[in-house]
């Protein structure tokens, strides 16, 4: 059902919990429109990501390939060039947007290494809408260093008429990153109870749905089991910027083929793929990101309706809230069993001036993803 395409490695964040932007990408190996323009229509979400998108010379056009082909496209930004994204909401008004925002000016910008960051995609997300953007929102990455100001951004976003999408820590390929662990993941898997609450408050359907999606979260946070098992290579799949197609995002192990040399059909066909599906059967990995709980969640006979578990628990939890009652979470999370965390202290990098170059001819997959093991529990 969903794909996520990461256009790039380049990215001019400096963020503490992704290092993709100390491994960039030549943009002269970057995959291409052409090669794009291979993919099937009828997705229902397409999200193009990176890195940055934005740095791409090319985004027009590779919004313009892309479009057309799913039910929603999105594009995951940073949010620091809104500029670069005018003339592409004012030409696709519906495409879905969500600028990187991790706390308030201060936080954001130093768990981001931006130096006016926050300024920068507030004011820029309120342009996109004056531009007739109608799918805008925030993503913000639960953290110690943040969790305490998840709930004012929540309120600020629908203050403003924004959406607000949730994931946290982890590790993977793409950030380059295998010791993201929490501090006190009980004491920021409490904060998030507080977030699901104030979602089911709400009258708006999605942030019901949304706020099973971060019961999810507390489960990753705490080192338990998905609430619904991953569905990696079957409902979703991630192009990588060397345009090789994987299972997800996490394991080097989980390999489809490469969108360059082969069609769409044989990559999903192949023997390849079958092999990386019966992986993910066996997969041990408690990985909850939005791009691909949301895909477990959601029917596969009509990805607009959720499966029942979702549905259930949210019908049961609102019903709670509008007779009165409170959401009894201890009644859903194990809060006795949580799983120890190596301690990994991480840094800021709003005043490092550490020089970054381009990483060119990385020819293999050990070359361009050298940690090779990522493990999220």
Known sequence: MDLTIISTFRCNSKCQMCYIWKN????????????????????????????EPTLRTDLPDLVD??????????????????ERLLPIIKKYPNIKVRFSLEGDEATSNRIRGEKNGYATKTAGLRRLREAGGTDLGFAFVVQDENVD????????????????????????WQFYKNDNYFYDRVAVARKVEDLITAMLRTSNIKSWFRAYL??????????????????????????????????CNVRTDL????????????????????????KVGMCKQNCWMVTTARTAMRSTVLPQLPKPKPFA????????????????????????????????????????REKVSLVRHRSTTDQRYPLKVFENR
């Open 24 to 51: 960039p990408t030549d943009p002269r190996e970057e995959i291409s429109a052409e090669t794009l323009s291979k993919l099937p229509q009828g997705f229902d979400n397409l999200n193009l990501s990176g890195g």
């Open 65 to 82: 390939v892309l479009q057309p082909k799913a039910r929603i496209m999105e594009i995951s930004s940073n949010g620091l060039h809104p």
């Open 149 to 172: 100001q998840l709930l004012l951004v929540y309120e600020y976003a629908r203050k403003n008429g924004f959406e607000l999408s949730t994931s946290t820590l982890h590790n993977a």
């Open 214 to 247: 971060n019961l999810g979260l507390i489960e990753k946070i705490l080192g338990h089991d998905r609430l619904i098992p991953c569905t990696a290579a079957t409902d979703f799949a991630f192009v990588d910027p060397w345009a090789d197609v994987w299972g």
């Open 255 to 278: 390999p489809m083929g490469n969108l360059a040399r082969q069609s769409w059909r044989e990559i999903m066909d192949g023997e390849q793929a079958a092999g990386t599906r019966a």
């Open 313 to 352: 628990w949210v019908v049961k939890n609102k019903l709670k809230l509008l007779v009165g009652q409170r959401i009894r979470f201890d009644d859903y999370v194990d809060y006795s069993r949580v799983l120890a965390s190596p301690y990994s202290p991480r840094s800021s990098y709003l005043l490092n």
